[in-house]
């Protein structure tokens, strides 16, 4: 059955992205991210759900490994949720929609075919999790504090959303924390 995943990379104080968007830290560590987690994810994700501003940060960065899903090692279907699309996007994969976050989420579950939409970005993560559409949540914790940047949860006046640990494991300097969303 298709789940709806946010996934990130986050420092221990809550960052997904430091200063201007800047993701460089996070390879700092790439040879502690477990190799067949991130396996697992590209094989079970079939499309792809992001903010503008998660694009945005691909967009800019020299680095393969931002500018393309897992370095180039998954494709298919992306779906950005913004109101301002760029007129020079020039590959196909990558879809500009607007509107509510319930009809993203349905719309990239159609082109998964079956398998898991991913979301990347906070504030699509927010949106997501605010109209309880996020089945799971996978953070790979990073160790270092970034002091500023892009929190991943820094929603003002968010209910209280209750998680349940699906697996809780260190992996070299790292750690990888997988909850299940209540119901």
């Known amino acids: 059955m298709a789940i709806v995943r946010v996934n990130t990379t986050m420092s221990l104080d809550g960052y997904i992205a430091g200063p201007g968007g800047d993701m460089d830290w996070v390879f700092e560590y790439g040879d502690d991210v477990p190799g067949d987690l991130v396996q697992e994810v590209i094989d079970s994700t079939g499309a792809i759900l992001a903010g503008r501003g998660s694009y945005d940060v691909g967009r800019r960065s020299t680095r393969r490994e931002t500018s393309k899903p897992f370095g180039g090692r998954w494709s298919g279907p992306q779906y950005v949720l913004t109101h301002d699309p760029p007129d ?6 990558i879809t500009f929609i607007s509107g509510d976050i319930r009809t993203a989420v349905t719309t990239a579950l159609e082109a998964a075919d079956g398998r898991d939409v991913l979301i990347l970005g906070a504030d699509v993560a927010n949106q997501a999790l605010d109209a309880g559409v996020v089945d799971d949540i996978l953070i790979v914790l990073m160790p270092l504090i970034l002091g500023d940047g892009v929190r991943l ?6 209910s209280r959303i209750d998680l349940e640990p699906v697996g809780i494991a260190p992996s070299g300097r790292l750690a990888t924390l997988h909850y299940r969303v209540s119901e």
Not at 88 to 93: C, G, L
């Open 88 to 93: 020079d996007e020039r590959d196909p994969s």
């Open 153 to 158: 949860f820094g929603a003002d006046g968010r």
